[in-house]
């Protein structure tokens, strides 16, 4: 079995017999919350991004990561908005009307749903960030059997070099009726981000690795997968871009 990607005073704390060491950040509502937090970057307001680029007669499939306010907001509105998210404390506060909106894998709503009946697929920067180089050409190609005919893509990334020139120092932060400690660190195209608990009953690190990608890359992947791209816009912090299917190629 690998070792748990902790460095410092983390990887410290997670050698003590004590202190248990969660595989899954998300399986702890405190370090979900912290990580939902430190995640936002602020550069572009999510709402505004998706009422500019979204059409109310089209069903879009939210593919990971997206805070309940913007979700019920949207649907309040009139999207046809559908949500992948198989992290059960991170859809808390989703309105009950629109919970049957809400799947855990992509499999089921397949299920339920068919195949291509999605015009656009938001892919938000958390959500690409998951994967290696290999497992994210694999997702490009496989998710393709959830888009309409024309289907979009929007992908938001965030931007490698700011991530690097930007890692959180180690902090602290008092939660409820405990103390968490958590920081980052770089190590080559990896975003290592690790925390620790503290509480009178127990004690807890975890991590999460993040992959960093540039613009290119994606493009690359997306050539690849039979998608065009374009870059939609290119900030400081956050790029966004959109790919577009691709018809297969004709015999000639």
Do not use: W
């Not at 309940?68 to 404390?89: A, I, K, M, Q």
């Not at 694999?138 to 938001?156: E, P, W």
């Not at 890359?217 to 790919?243: D, M, N, P």
Request: glycine residues 6%.
């Amino acid at each position: 079995m690998d070792k748990p990607p902790l460095f410092g005073p983390f990887l410290r704390k997670g050698s003590y017999s004590r202190v248990q060491v969660l595989e899954n950040l998300f399986a702890d509502d405190h370090f979900a919350a912290l990580y939902q937090e430190t995640s936002i970057l602020s550069e572009v307001d999510e709402l505004m991004l998706y009422r500019r680029y979204l059409r109310k007669e089209d069903r879009v499939l939210l593919y990971g990561n997206l805070s309940p306010y913007l979700f019920n907001t949207l649907c309040e509105e009139g999207y046809d908005l559908y949500l992948v998210e198989p992290e059960l404390n991170r859809i808390t506060g989703i309105a009950e009307p629109y919970l049957y909106r809400v799947y855990g894998l992509s499999n089921d709503l397949i299920d339920v749903l068919g195949d291509g009946v999605f015009h656009k697929i938001i892919l938000p920067g958390t959500t690409i960030s998951r994967y290696s180089r290999g497992e994210l050409l694999l997702f490009f190609r496989n998710i393709r059997q959830l888009l309409a005919v024309n289907g979009q893509l929007l992908v938001t990334i965030h931007n490698a070099d700011y991530l690097k020139q930007h890692v959180q120092p180690i902090a602290s932060r008092r939660m409820q009726d405990c103390n968490v400690f958590y920081g980052q660190r770089v190590e080559k195209s990896r975003l290592i981000f690790n925390l620790y608990l503290k509480s009178r009953r127990e004690e807890k690190v975890s991590y999460l690795v993040e992959y960093l990608y540039e613009p290119e890359t994606l493009f690359e992947f997306a050539q690849l997968s039979r998608y065009k791209g374009r870059t939609l816009y290119s900030g400081k912090s956050v790029s966004i871009l959109e790919l577009v299917e691709l018809p297969p190629p004709t015999l000639r």
